[in-house]
Structure formats: structure tokens, C-alpha cells
């Protein structure tokens, strides 16, 4: 992997490049570390038994792969907006475009109302014992409310709650490793996989889950024009914040393995609170349930703002409603795409299986990911007038076989599921398009009453 040689001048941009490496290293690493993590380590449990560390490095191996192509092409294209306009500039197809921008979308909601359910699950029921599925509507009420007030996580803010989520994941790291080394525990269990199933199985399934907790790296990919000296640090921060969160999650998966069985791990839908209970640690229970419920609520409000500002965007794009556009008039904050999203993220925890919305976000990831690596390919023929990274060829293709064979971990419902919200929003675009071209019409071709009218 290298950094093209070309004139050392930045890409021009209104935006004012204030984001250093050690600042966007920590925002990336803030958006992957915590909610999956915190949440899905009891799922992951009933895929792979005792191995919770295999499938995690598997992911990281599989997300490093798609992260070398967004190197390329966020340094080649300093531009906010993604793999949607990755996917416009390979294409050319509004369609190919709008199905990736969308895939994006569906993908946050899904994943704001799988936050949801972990946030009303037994981390807050540490602190008040209430029916999840309520609670994780009214959370997501609240997550609206700070959105339409026009809510904004200053990198600061971000590097603080990065360190709180991290701390929480180095408290399980070391009451487990005490615990271990105090005679307590029991080592076996990382090698144990379910019974009856192959550990090669095992870990793939297992993987298409785990991959859950890696993603969030895209969304950094809007930050690009505010970064100083992109064509180096993008790259440096992106594989750097990524080893880490993997880093981090192995360790984490062996102490939970150690600390407790899978069969136990599955029962609870706070699992890392139930391993430092298990540890016998002297760090009270509400502390760390607290310290995993800000993981939790910051993850899904910093993906609910940007499902709203990506659906304001696509509507003032033209690929859909315009009603999606409106702001509110002091605030300045996209109201309609806000209450629009979070009713979407509302319905979808009733569905209330966190197994399956992980599943269909990385589905619908894959889409984006997909697109993103093919992206690369075909746009090597397209040269620009500065430095960027270049990622070795291999590197895309093995992460455009990486998606297809995480498609084909997919269940038949989660396929359903996705295949779902991607009918609404081809439904969404259609009438769109109908909706412009009846306007362009009319525009265009004025009635005979307005015609006689402006002629008198």
C-alpha cells in the first residue's frame, strides 16, 4: 500500500482542516468501539460456544480488507458523501447510486433500533427493571428530541466519550485477567465450539455477527475535507483506530469465554456486565452498566444524526421526497427526515431480536461495501492531480469475495428482511421520479386557462 507521488498541495475546500490524525483516529475508533461490542457478545455466544475471540479477529481481518479500498478512494475523492458518490462516479447510474446511498440508510435505522433494544435490556436494568420494548421507543423519542434541537458532538465530546466506551471494555480486560490469575476462571472454554457443529462453520457464522462490531469506519468518510494532510493521515488513522477495536475485542472475547460459559453468556442481554459480576470484582454493578449505556446511547444517537442528515441529503439530491427536506426554521435542523427515521427505527423494535437487525445491518453494509470495492477497481483509470493512497490490487478483489461470502452466511429471514426496506425505497424513488417528472411537466408545458390568462 502506498501514497501516490504528485504535487503535495490539498484538495481546495470551504471547510477549515482542523482535524488532526490523533483527533480523527480517536472519532473513528469512538464510532466502532462500544454498542456491538456491549451488546452482542451473549449472541455471538450461541454461534461459536467458547470462541467469541475467532470470529471477532475474522471480522477485523474482513474489515481491514474494505477499509484499504475506502483508504484509496476517500483520498482520491476528499469530497463528504461516501460510497454513494464513490458509487455515482464508477457507474455513472443514478439507480446503482441511490441503491448504495439507501443501502447506507436502512442500514443505520436498523441498527439505531438494535441500540435500542440493547439500551432497554439488563444494562438499565441494573438501575429499574421496565419492558424493553417501550423503553426502546421512548429512548428513541429522547434521541430525537436531541436531534431536532440540533445536537452536535464536538470532536472533544467525541475523544470523551471514546475513552468512557474504551474504559468500560479495559475494566473487563483486567477484573477478568485478576480473576484468572487468581486461580478463578476457566482457559478451556476459548477452544470450545457448540456441539455437533464444525469450528470452521462455527466461526464464519459467528463472523457475520462479530463484523457487526467493526462497522462505523465508513462514516468517516464524510470528515475528509476537514482533515489535514488527508492523503496521509486518513489511511494512518483508519487502519491504526481499527487494529485497535480489534485488539481490544480479542482480548475481550477470551475474558468473557474465561469468565463465563456460552450457555450463560447467551441468557443475558447485558453479557459484560454479567462477566464482571462473574469475576467477583469490587467495581459496583451500576458503575459499569452506566459507563455501557453511554456506549450504547452515544452509538445510536451519533447514528441517527447521520441517518437524518443522509436522508435531508438524498432528498435535496433529488432521490427522495422533498418533504424530507424540510428544516425547522430556527433550529435549522431536518425535522421531517428526523421524525420520518426514528418512526422507521421505532416499528423495527418490534421485531425486538437484536440477532437478526445486527445481521441485516451488516447485510445492508455489505451492499455499500460491495460497491465500495468494485468502485476501486474501475476507477484506477481515472487519475487525479494529488497524493493518495493506493491499496494493492489484491486488497479489493479479496474484499469484494469477503462480501460475497458473508452474503452467503445470510439466513433466508434477514435476506427477507433486507430485501424489505429495499423494496420501500425503491417505492420511495419511483415515486420520486413520477413526482418530478409530473412537475418538470408542468413546468414545461403550462395549461391553456394560465396560458389565455398571461396572454390577456
Known sequence: MTTEKA?????????????????????????????????????????????LWAPLLVALLLALLT??????????????????????????????????????????????????????GDYLGTFIDLPTTPVAIAFLAVVALLNARGIRESLGANLVMTTIELSGLVIVIAVVSVFFFGGGGDA?????????????LAVLAGAVIAY????????????????????????????????????????????????LPASELQESSGPLLAVVEAAGASIPSWLFSLIALIAVANGALLTMIMVSRLTYGMSEQKLLPDVLSR??????????????????AMGLTLVGDLETLAATVVLLLLIVFLSANVSVLVLRRDKVDHPHFRVWTFVPVLGILSCILLF?????????????????????FLLTRLARRRADTTTHHPTEENTHEHAE
Open 212 to 259: 457487526y462490531s467493526f462497522v462505523g469506519f465508513e462514516t468517516s468518510a464524510n470528515m475528509i475535507e476537514e482533515v489535514k494532510n488527508p492523503s496521509r493521515t486518513y489511511p494512518r488513522a483508519l487502519f491504526a483506530s481499527l487494529l485497535t477495536a480489534g485488539v481490544v475485542y480479542v482480548l475481550v472475547g477470551l475474558a468473557s469465554s474465561i469468565a
Open 327 to 344: 428544516v425547522l426554521p430556527k433550529r435549522k435542523t431536518p425535522w421531517v427526515a428526523i421524525l420520518v427515521t426514528t418512526l422507521v
Open 188 to 200: 478451556s472454554r476459548v477452544v470450545e465450539t457448540p456441539e455437533g457443529t464444525p469450528a470452521a
Open 408 to 428: 452467503t452466511q445470510q439466513s433466508p429471514e434477514v435476506w427477507l428482511f433486507g430485501a424489505i426496506l429495499l423494496a420501500v425505497g425503491a417505492v420511495l
Open 7 to 51: 504535487p503535495a498541495a490539498e484538495a481546495p475546500t470551504r471547510l477549515r482542516r482542523a482535524i488532526t490524525g490523533p483527533l480523527l483516529f480517536a472519532f473513528i475508533l469512538g464510532d466502532v468501539l462500544g454498542a456491538g461490542i456491549y451488546a452482542l457478545m451473549g449472541v455471538l455466544s450461541e454461534k461459536v460456544g467458547g470462541m
Open 67 to 120: 477499509a484499504g479500498s475506502y483508504a484509496e478512494l476517500v483520498t482520491k475523492y476528499p469530497r463528504a458523501g461516501g460510497a454513494a458518490v464513490f458509487a455515482e462516479r464508477a457507474f455513472r447510474s443514478p439507480v446503482i447510486s441511490f441503491l448504495v446511498g439507501f443501502s447506507m440508510l436502512a442500514a443505520g435505522v436498523v441498527s439505531a433500533a438494535g441500540l435500542s433494544i440493547a439500551f432497554a
